[in-house]
């Protein structure tokens, strides 16, 4: 089973920002949390990873909690390019397991 | 970043026939993998591909109906054997890129190849 839980679907309005949440209650000190996100069944496309920092680079940021029990993805600036299914992940092997994500659709 | 790519992108297959997919890496990689989605589901691991030696099966995969290569670094094949209408899916590929100035190890998707069996 997944370690991670997200809501099944988001609304965001274009322009505004997107924030996607992540449960990972479970996950140990060595472990990383991971973002994809898969785009109407193209290959998953790598948004963003972190241990324990807060982490940004040009698609978004990624906001762990003190504890890392939960996370937020950050798109600041939602554009219909950003409809897609994103997957949070926590691993701390090269082995992924998949949860269901999140289907977030980006409203004109 | 790393480009990944996949032949065939998609085939429509005969029940009892095989394919083999073909994914090519262009960058320093450690670790290849590849995945199936099937309609409507997430992703799921079948197998590590390994280089020079047999692949490593999830559970629930088998050699015999996905014999998997990896010749060398960068390129490994995944067949599926004896199809039927059960195995359509999207089987995608992936692999572990080193990190560039000290940065970790990030693993990137190839696009994917669409399998139908009729």
């Known amino acids: 089973d997944a370690k991670t839980t997200q809501p099944t679907s988001m609304d965001c309005a274009e322009g505004r920002a997107a924030n996607l949440p992540c449960n990972h209650s479970?996950?140990?000190?060595?472990?990383?949390v991971y973002w994809y996100r898969q785009i109407h069944s193209q290959g998953p496309q790598y948004i963003i990873h972190?241990?324990?920092n807060n982490e940004t680079n040009e698609m978004a940021s990624l906001i762990i909690t003190e504890d890392r029990k939960s996370s937020t993805l950050i798109l600041p600036h939602a554009t219909l390019r950003d409809t897609a299914v994103y997957y949070c992940?926590?691993?701390?092997?090269?082995?992924?397991?998949f949860g269901t994500g999140t289907r977030l659709k980006v409203l004109a | 970043s790393a480009v990944i790519s996949q032949k065939p992108s998609r085939d429509i297959c005969q029940r009892g026939t095989s394919l083999t997919i073909q994914c090519q890496v262009d960058?320093?990689?450690?670790?290849m993998f590849w995945y199936r989605q099937q309609p409507g589901q997430s992703l799921t691991l079948i197998a590590t591909?390994?280089?020079?030696?047999?692949?490593?099966?999830e559970s629930g995969f088998v050699i015999d109906k996905f014999p998997i290569s990896r010749p060398n670094l960068t390129f490994s094949t995944l067949t599926v054997s004896n199809m039927s209408p059960e195995d359509s899916s999207i089987y995608l590929c992936?692999?572990?890129?080193?990190?560039?100035?000290?940065?970790?190890?990030?693993?990137?998707f190839g696009p994917g190849t669409r399998l139908t069996v009729l």
């Open positions: 992936s692999a572990w890129v080193r990190g560039e100035r000290g940065d970790t190890d990030t693993q990137y």
């Open positions: 479970t996950i140990s000190g060595n472990e990383y």
């Open positions: 972190g241990l324990k």
């Open positions: 992940i926590v691993s701390g092997t090269y082995k992924y397991i």
């Open positions: 960058s320093q990689v450690t670790m």
């Open positions: 591909a390994n280089q020079g030696s047999e692949a490593t099966y």
